[in-house]
């Protein structure tokens, strides 16, 4: 079952404008952590930001916020003033961490979000 | 600079090759995984190491063979591999199997020809 969902196969975005990029994630496992990737066209996989399942505030990082919202089961990633350097391949991931599934441990990722800004 | 170091960065191999990949981290991460990438794909995960033992191992082809001959040091050997096979090889640790963050490798990129 698909347990990381990201709807959106791709965005333009205009330079300096913020951008929203969604993800939704199923577990039932009440500790978790989720993250944000960035992949540029050379290959690597950048980590942006993480959520804890038991953190209380949303996580910030730099021009990166992340929107958890728990009962929703969602995670989705904020970029503000996106720059031309941003253009990328964007997963949202899932690590189940309760030690009770064959899963734990393992990162998930979900399809991804292509994301390119114009000028 | 990435503190997951992957060789080679390109590799073309033909189908009756052996070759391997090697990926290196000096973090003192006790947890390394061997993920697949196809072009516009997500990375699916084929093995998991943990304290240099085999944790999980997605079925992934015998011609894929994984070797962690010590906390650092992850190898990925190849034999006999298919057009299909062809794809961005990525390697990454952790802390714990549990642990928070991964960091990733830079990646191979493999051509079966």
């Known amino acids: 079952a698909q347990k990381i969902t990201q709807t959106q196969p791709g965005m333009f975005v205009q330079e300096k404008e913020a951008v929203t990029l969604d993800c939704t994630y199923d577990?039932?496992?009440?500790?978790?952590?989720l993250f944000w990737y960035k992949q540029p066209s050379s290959g690597e996989m950048i980590f942006l930001i993480y959520?804890?399942?038991?953190?209380?505030q949303n996580a910030t990082e730099g021009r990166y916020s992340l929107n958890f919202q728990k009962a929703r089961k969602s995670a989705n990633l904020v970029i503000s003033a996106s720059q031309l350097g941003d253009s990328a391949m964007y997963f949202c991931?899932?690590?189940?961490?309760?030690?009770?599934?064959?899963?734990?441990?393992?990162?998930?990722f979900g399809a991804g979000t292509q994301v390119v800004v114009t000028p | 600079d990435t503190e997951v170091t992957q060789t080679p960065k390109h590799l073309v191999m033909g189908m009756t090759n052996k070759k391997s990949l090697k990926c290196e981290q000096h973090?003192?991460?006790?947890?390394m995984y061997w993920y697949k990438q196809k072009a516009k794909k997500p990375p699916e995960l084929m093995f998991v190491?943990?304290?240099?033992?085999?944790?999980i191992n997605e079925s992934v082809p015998s011609r894929f063979s994984p070797e962690c001959p010590n906390s650092s040091l992850l190898n990925l050997h190849l034999h006999a591999l298919q057009p299909e096979d062809s794809a961005l090889y990525l390697c990454?640790?952790?802390?714990?199997?549990?642990?928070?963050?991964?960091?990733f490798g830079s990646g191979t990129r493999l051509t079966v020809v």
């Open positions: 973090m003192g991460h006790r947890a």
């Open positions: 991931a899932m690590r189940e961490s309760g030690g009770t599934t064959d899963s734990w441990g393992k990162l998930q």
């Open positions: 190491y943990s304290y240099e033992k085999l944790s």
């Open positions: 990454a640790s952790s802390l714990e199997r549990g642990a928070y963050g991964y960091t």
């Open positions: 577990t039932s496992d009440p500790s978790y952590g």
């Open positions: 959520q804890g399942s038991y953190d209380q």
